[in-house]
């Protein structure tokens, strides 16, 4: 009696694996996720009831790219059918 139980998140659906790629402007390696894992984040962001800019703090997610992809996702932006973004 009076055992805790732990919540515990579904896992994230099986997305392939990010693809590096090097900025032109400074040269770092960046990464580009499927639309698969932005998919997943916004629901989960959605769910969760957080502003995009909570969410993306909590996570470590680019607060520009989740808005990019929140606009894609909702038809909202210009690429609504790209597979990958950086």
């Known amino acids: 009696m009076g055992e805790a139980t732990e919540i515990v998140e579904p896992a994230p659906a099986e997305t392939p694996p990010p693809r590096r790629r090097s900025d032109w402007r400074t040269g770092k390696q960046t990464l580009c996720h499927p639309r698969s894992f932005w998919e997943e984040h916004e629901r989960r962001r959605a769910a969760s009831g957080l502003s995009i800019s909570q969410y993306c703090e909590q996570h ?3 607060l520009s790219t989740l808005r990019r992809w929140s606009a894609r996702l ?6 609504a059918h790209g597979e990958f973004a950086a």
């Open 60 to 62: 470590g997610l680019a």
């Open 74 to 79: 909702q038809g909202r932006g210009a690429g």
